[in-house]
């Protein structure tokens, strides 16, 4: 089986999986966020390190939603708090209705991510929703130190990247450890998948970061120093003030085109693009090790590697 296989079966079943309820107001959100695309790659992951370990899909595939409906809630709610129009270039939630019915909505989707989570039926379920809990409470720090960062005068490399941890990769390690627990692995085993995940988020973020700042418009689909724009503290801002390159000084620049022109050249003059690049392909180096250690585990790990080339061989 391809991962374009598995994203056709997921999907398949996510579309029989729709959410109904009176008042209608309350579900059509909650189903028009699922509808709105993405890659997919928390569930994939789920199912991808199922069959890995030597597991069957159709147990995993509650595991798979549930992760997904949870993601999806965490996006409806930092569109609230980023006061974002656009998610994946269609109106976000509380713009197409409004702030009350979006929260509700990602109120009611947390819930309903617990409701897949129960009909999962397969091995370890205790381990299962102790790892889901213990994520869920993570995102919620690293986006509570995402806000914190913009009221700091310093954040340290350290802090950035224990932030895009919580925020972004530890739901990719849950999604591993579920599928793997779930494909029959040991609780030692599952902690390495875990691990993978870790390692494949942290280059996914810094790579994200890089892209920003110097990814192609054509594939990308936005112009350069969206961060730098907002005046986010990204690795790249963290690098320039260690440097003690004037950062802080061109974020001031209110020609917002003028402000990237300038970070932008001055980031490449100091070559700290390449210095983001070598960081991002040391974490997946890394990921490569974890990978090793689970083919001497005996693990068929071949549509995992494919997810995980995708993944981090992005443009866009």
């Not at 897949?116 to 929703?129: A, D, H, T």
């Amino acid at each position: 089986m391809s991962i374009h296989q598995l994203f056709s079966q997921y999907e398949n079943y996510r579309k029989s999986q729709l959410f109904f309820g009176n008042p209608e107001t309350l579900y059509a959100p909650m189903n028009y966020i699922m509808d709105l695309g993405g890659k997919r790659a928390r569930p994939l992951l789920v199912l991808s390190s199922c069959i890995s370990a030597g597991g069957e899909i159709n147990s995993a595939l509650p595991l798979a939603q549930a992760i997904e409906v949870f993601h999806n809630f965490t996006l409806l709610h930092d569109d609230i708090m980023d006061n974002a129009p656009l998610r994946r270039g269609k109106p976000t939630v509380h713009e197409k209705w409004d702030m009350p019915t979006a929260i509700l909505a990602g109120d009611n989707m947390l819930v309903a991510a617990y409701e897949f989570l129960m009909n999962y039926s397969g091995p370890e379920k205790e381990r299962i929703f102790s790892i889901f809990n213990k994520t869920g409470r993570e995102v919620c720090e690293g986006q509570q130190m995402d806000m914190d960062f913009s009221q700091k005068d310093h954040v340290t490399e350290a802090e950035y990247l224990k932030m895009i941890e919580l925020k972004t990769a530890v739901l990719l390690g849950c999604a591993a450890f579920m599928g793997a627990t779930a494909g029959g692995s040991d609780e030692e085993t599952a902690k390495l998948y875990y691990d993978l995940a870790i390692h494949v988020g942290l280059s996914f973020q810094l790579n994200d970061d890089w892209l920003d700042a110097f990814g192609n418009p054509e594939k990308t689909g936005k112009q350069p120093g969206g961060d730098i724009a907002e005046g986010k503290k990204t690795w790249l801002y963290i690098a320039a003030k260690n440097k003690e390159l004037p950062i802080d000084e061109w974020f001031k620049n209110q020609n917002v085109e003028e402000r990237i022109s300038i970070t932008l050249e001055a980031l490449k003059a100091h070559a700290l693009d390449a210095e983001l690049k070598q960081l991002a392909a040391s974490y997946e180096e890394k990921a490569n090790q974890d990978i090793k250690l689970l083919k001497a585990r005996n693990q068929n790990t071949a549509i995992l590697e494919e997810l995980i080339d995708m993944l981090a061989g992005r443009e866009h």
